[in-house]
């Protein structure tokens, strides 16, 4: 079975450019979460969406948005992209949204944004 | 005081041997907690999830939480080269409408031949 996908693999943008990173779930899962890690750290939550419906909100700024497709794949979209946005961007899927759902990865995109 | 806290590591363990990673958290309304492994430049692998205090087996993993001492832990046995990498701890609440992984920063393991 397929895992988590996400595409592209590898983005490279300049400030202020906005971009779409695409995320396709595990068949069957309902739910994807969206996270950004920098090097070092933890992953930091972003979105999390269950149902075509926002689940959950992370300390972001409105410049990161989301959403998430009839299929149950998803998109993260960020404008004005700062140089600090540079980061690994992770999906992740899971059945549902509650606490006892586990998530798995996808590959992740790295950013770069010069 | 960090939400979810490991050391950071470098932990170092001959091959063969016991590894035990720990993890702290501060929320005691957590009810989630989960393991994963993560090879440099890739993305986190989940190794094990515990939601009752205990153990939980899962071949060389297990798993041990104590919800009175906030405090969750990996124990490796029969330690591999294969299993280094940064171990991350991330619980989970279920918080209203905001449900999410909170993480730590992660414990390196380094298993030496």
């Known amino acids: 079975d397929a895992g988590v996908t996400q595409s592209p693999t590898h983005l490279i943008k300049t400030r202020g450019q906005h971009v779409t990173l695409r995320c396709s779930p595990i068949?069957?899962?309902?739910?994807v979460s969206w996270y950004q890690q920098v090097l070092g750290q933890g992953p930091q939550f972003i979105f999390q969406?269950?149902?075509?419906?926002?689940?959950g909100r992370g300390n972001f700024p409105d410049r990161f948005s989301a959403r998430q497709f009839p299929n149950y794949s998803s998109e993260l979209n960020v404008n004005a992209l700062l140089l600090g946005d540079s980061a690994l961007y992770l999906c992740?899927?899971?059945?549902?949204?509650?606490?006892?759902?586990?998530?798995?990865f996808g590959p992740g995109t790295r950013l770069t944004v010069l | 005081q960090k939400e979810v806290e490991q050391n950071s590591g470098p932990l170092s363990v001959p091959e063969g041997a016991i590894a035990s990673l720990n993890c702290t958290y501060s929320?005691?309304?957590?009810?989630?907690f989960f393991w994963y492994r993560q090879y440099s430049g890739k993305s986190p692998e989940l190794i094990m999830s515990?939601?009752s205090n205990g153990d939980k087996e899962d071949g060389r993993f297990t798993a041990q939480l104590n919800k009175a001492s906030q405090y969750v832990s990996l124990l490796i046995r029969d330690s591999q080269p294969s299993d280094s990498a940064t171990y991350l701890c991330?619980?989970?609440?279920?918080?209203?409408?905001?449900?999410?992984?909170?993480w730590g920063l992660g414990t390196s393991l380094a298993v030496n031949p």
């Open positions: 068949s069957g899962h309902k739910s």
């Open positions: 991330a619980v989970k609440r279920n918080a209203g409408n905001n449900r999410k992984l909170i």
């Open positions: 929320d005691r309304g957590s009810q989630s």
């Open positions: 515990i939601y």
């Open positions: 969406y269950y149902e075509k419906e926002e689940r």
């Open positions: 992740a899927s899971s059945l549902g949204a509650g606490p006892y759902n586990e998530q798995f």
